[in-house]
């Protein structure tokens, strides 16, 4: 039977995986960002972000497969807010590890970093984030008219938002 979801900090021998997934368009047009990183850039963000103190970035792993990335970042301290982000490895996408991904992060941020909101920005289109994070307890806050340029079309970008308050653990 498979172990437990879980989450661990990113180190150094993870940027392989994270560079395959900053690779493949199929992730980053969803991302919002070109699939054109190099390995170097993926390690000087690495280590440019060990003095960041505004950003959380983890791995995704079950047993000892790793699943995805996820990550907090444009944590505020004073208004204990933060940015959410995720992507799993195309490999693992469908089997239902979205949802408890997401929550694995979120109570990291309610419980340990005391974040009394946690915000996020997806691309409209986005159906099945948008689903999972509905299911998480995220709402739509607002919408950006052609915020974002992607394969060639301007798409809207929703706004989303959960408050610790109305979290609602598993
Ligand atoms: C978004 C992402 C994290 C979801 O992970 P996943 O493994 O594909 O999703 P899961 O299988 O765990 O769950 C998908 C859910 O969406 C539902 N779904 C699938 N397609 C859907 C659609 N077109 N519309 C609505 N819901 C949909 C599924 O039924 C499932 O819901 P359920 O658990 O209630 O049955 C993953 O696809 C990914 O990394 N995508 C690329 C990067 C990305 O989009 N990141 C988010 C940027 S905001």
């Not at 963000?45 to 996820?70: A, L, P, S, V, W």
């Not at 208004?79 to 959410?84: E, L, V, Y």
Request: aromatic fraction near 12%; glycine fraction near 8%.
């Amino acid at each position: 039977m498979a172990g437990k979801l879980q989450i661990r900090t990113v180190e150094k021998s993870d940027l392989d995986f994270i560079h395959k997934m900053r690779k493949n368009n199929d992730i980053m047009q969803y991302w919002c960002g070109e699939p054109y990183t190099t390995k170097e850039k993926v390690l000087k963000n690495y280590e440019d972000r060990q003095t960041d103190t505004t950003i959380r970035e983890f791995i995704i792993y079950q047993d000892d497969e790793k699943i995805g990335y996820t990550s907090l970042f444009n944590l505020n301290f004073s208004h204990r807010t933060g940015t959410f982000g995720i992507m799993l490895d195309p490999y693992h996408q469908g089997n239902g590890h979205a949802a408890d991904s997401t929550r694995l992060i979120v109570e990291y941020g309610f419980n340990i970093l005391n974040l009394n909101k946690i915000n996020l920005d997806v691309v409209d289109y986005n159906k099945k984030a948008i689903h999972v994070y509905k299911k998480v307890g995220f709402q739509i806050e607002g919408e950006k008219k052609q915020q974002y340029y992607i394969n060639g079309k301007y798409t809207n970008g929703l706004l989303m938002g959960l408050l610790k308050g109305d979290y609602k653990p598993k």
